[in-house]
């Protein structure tokens, strides 16, 4: 579509699609380069896909370093099959977002392993921290460092921990509401946040009932944070061992 687009050639069979082409509008079909069309794709599969798949990948290494937290995940994930309405097992929509338990071993592995762990904005206005001298001139480039804040023991105590009760109601409830920024905040946050909370939600449930990660010999001890990765990246491969569960 995108290359129909820059030849103009896109055929318009729908009515939003025909308010496109309205007068008004700033950007024309004809302004679409290919340079726009190489850095969307690769805005799509870095945001969409590299997010997920590291999160994934941070997720079932924190739950091989941790075997008591997938049990009652595995557990939780059990009687969702079980009382589910669904043929084969399979879980609806609503039954995999009452799952509880895995928002929250997702939510804390995003705190723990941030894919995006500095968020860049450009300050539109002149702004003084209240109370201070500190002064941030319009035009200035900030650097949010997402992964500092997620390690502050201010909000997330012993910081090292991985610990999916951070993200009760209450937990949240008691904390600055910045303090979780895996999808940032404001009008440029996360567009695919829902979608990528319900594709890992998928993934882990459909991996988790049918097999247990286990830690094993090439397994690191601790993630260390590759330093020049653009979305975080550890340096060790995090090999865990996958085995068939044997179901009563
Ligand atoms: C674990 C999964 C994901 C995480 C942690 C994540 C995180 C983020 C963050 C932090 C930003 C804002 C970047 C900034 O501060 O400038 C962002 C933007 C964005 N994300 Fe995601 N993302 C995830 C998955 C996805 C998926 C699955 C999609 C698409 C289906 C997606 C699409 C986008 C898009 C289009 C933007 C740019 C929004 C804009 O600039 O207005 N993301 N993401």
């Known amino acids: 579509m995108m290359i129909a687009a820059m030849k103009d ?113 450009e300050c539109t206005e002149d702004y003084t921290f209240p109370g201070t001298q500190v002064k941030i001139r319009r035009g200035t480039e900030i650097q949010i460092p997402v992964l500092g804040i997620h390690m502050d ?23 600055h509401p910045m303090a979780f920024m895996a999808f940032s905040h404001g009008p440029r946050m996360c567009l695919g946040m829902r ?10 449930v459909n991996v988790l009932r049918d097999y247990s990660v286990r830690a094993c010999a090439e397994t690191p001890t601790k993630v260390t944070w590759k330093p020049d990765a653009v979305t975080s990246t550890s340096l060790e491969p995090l090999l865990v061992k996958f085995e068939k569960r044997v179901k009563n």
Do not use: H, W
Request: proline share 5%; hydrophobic share 40%.
């Open 195 to 204: 979608f990528a909370m319900l594709e890992m939600k998928v993934a882990v």
């Open 153 to 175: 023991e201010r909000y997330f105590p012993e910081p090292e921990r991985f610990d999916p009760e951070r993200f009760t109601k209450e937990a949240k409830a008691a904390r």
């Open 9 to 121: 050639e896109l055929e318009c069979d729908q009515e939003e699609d025909k308010e496109l082409q309205s007068p008004t509008m700033k950007l024309r079909r004809k302004d679409v380069t290919e340079q726009d069309i190489i850095s969307t794709a690769v805005v799509i599969l870095v945001a969409g896909f590299d997010t997920t798949g590291s999160t994934l990948s941070f997720l079932f290494y924190a739950l091989a370093m941790n075997p008591d937290i997938q049990e009652k995940l595995q557990s939780e994930i059990d009687e969702a099959i079980q009382g589910s309405s669904g043929s084969e097992g399979k879980l609806a929509f609503a039954e995999i977002q009452e799952i509880e338990y895995l928002e929250k071993v997702i939510l804390e592995t995003l705190r723990r392993y941030p894919p995006v762990g500095v968020s860049f904005r």
